[in-house]
């Protein structure tokens, strides 16, 4: 028995010895590939772990390819579905019944002591009027909207009316959102010239203000009204706007101000949607165009305002602007317009700037200076004035603009000047310059005129 175990813990020695000298002969390089091989193995296993290789399963989907034109019921479906979305939303916003029964509310929770003739609420009515007002209201009964119209009340409530007036201002605004998103046809949040143009199209029947107009002028209106969103919101020319821009800036409240049947006849004026000043820039053009065939030449464009803005500079405007035949449309003749009629705005500079840098530096140097004032000069000669030294109009630029390279102006350095519409009226326009040398002579008159008032008043 102790025979035959001797025996077989020699051959299993043997074995294991053969073995040893089996994998000794395996090469370094084998080796060393094997081992590279587990170790990147477990290391992998140990770094992402196994049940994760395939996460990219579990990440949701957002990105949609928009449908192509020939895809007409893909297109259909989006179309269908976008609609539904939009339909959801309106119903989540209060109606006037909902507004009127919030109003009851507040007033119902309102704190005394009376602020002056504003009634006041605590934030423990607030939260308590939330309560009562209904879900569609929950998100404005927050901590963070009563501490945004918290002002210096001692007893730290907030008006009533503030509050009112905040609630109405959030759901026009989403009511008007939803409104421009109907016309949204790449539903991609901007509106293109042709879907703001069917917007405001539809929109001049429920503008009483715009009762008058006839019909034949609509497309006119249209265009009129257009120009001024695409001209301030989009000044790189892409061709669409964003409706988070539209409903940011003040153009919107002017055109549904038309909706004021009491407009005063000095806002309506002052209003670039209202009918009279449609109709004014309108006739405008029509007055400038001589040979009635809808389009402006150079010399019928001379003629504009005062008459006094140098042929260099209208030379600038037929090389740089869209023009057919070298004369110029309504729709460019509205971007001319709104340019000069608002000098102050940055778009207007922009603009202009682009004009005036004829050799297209991003900058205004000496040379740009003084090419467009010598055309203020020979003007002046025409009317029989002396001719002022360019070299004193130089150093009154440089010294209102301030510009950060004391040789160049930049478009950025015209804006933050907060003086780029005094400088570029000196370079373009005659009038401009007139009004700007005689400033003091005009503010002494302007001072007497007033004196006189005060003393007829007496």
Known sequence: MAKEEDTHWSDVLKRRLAGLKKEDSRNEEEKKAEE???????????????????????????????PAEDEVLLQKLREESRAVFLQRKSRELLDNEELQNLWFLLDK??????????????????????????PKCRNFFTAR??????????????????????????????????????????????????????????LIPTL????????????FYVCTAVRKFFFFLDPVRTGKIKIQDILACSFLDDLLELRDEELSKESQ?????????????????????????????????????????????????????????GEMDYKTYLDFVLALENRKEPAALQYIFKLLDMENQGYLNVFSLNYFFRAI??????????????????????????????????????????????????????????????????????????????????
Request: aromatic share 14%.
């Open 377 to 458: 000069q020979e003007q002046m000669k025409l009317h029989s004035q002396e001719p002022v030294s360019f070299q004193d109009v130089k150093d009154e630029i440089f010294d209102m603009v301030k510009p950060k390279d004391p040789y160049k102006i930049t478009l950025q350095d015209l804006v933050n000047s907060c003086q780029g519409d005094t400088v570029v009226s000196i370079l373009i326009d005659l009038n401009g310059f007139w009004t700007y040398e005689n400033r003091e002579v005009l503010v002494a008159n302007d001072n007497d005129g007033s004196n006189m008032a005060d003393v007829d008043d007496t």
């Open 208 to 219: 009483p203000q715009l009762d008058g107009l006839e019909k034949s002028f609509y497309s």
């Open 269 to 325: 004026e002052s209003n670039w949607f209202s009918a009279p000043s449609a109709l004014r820039v309108y006739g405008q053009y029509l007055n400038l165009d001589k040979d009635h065939n809808g389009m402006l030449s150079k010399e019928e464009l001379s003629r504009y305002g005062t008459a006094t803005l140098t042929s260099v500079f209208l030379d600038r405007v037929f090389q740089e602007c869209l023009t057919y035949d």
């Open 109 to 134: 929770h309102q704190v005394p002591p009376v602020s002056g003739d504003e009634a006041m609420i605590n934030y423990e009515a607030y939260l308590q009027v939330g309560e009562k007002a209904g």
């Open 145 to 202: 909207v009563y501490a945004k119209l918290l002002s210096s009340d001692p007893y730290g409530r907030i008006s009533i009316m503030q509050f009112f007036n905040y609630v109405m201002r959030k759901v026009w605004l989403h009511q008007t959102r939803i409104g421009l998103s109907l016309y949204d046809v790449a539903g991609q949040g901007y509106l293109r010239e042709s879907d703001l143009e069917n917007y405001i199209l539809e």
């Open 36 to 66: 590279t091989e587990l170790f990147t193995k477990y290391y992998s296993e140990w770094r992402c772990g196994v049940e994760t290789d395939e996460s990219y399963k579990t990440i949701p989907r957002f990105y949609y390819k928009l």
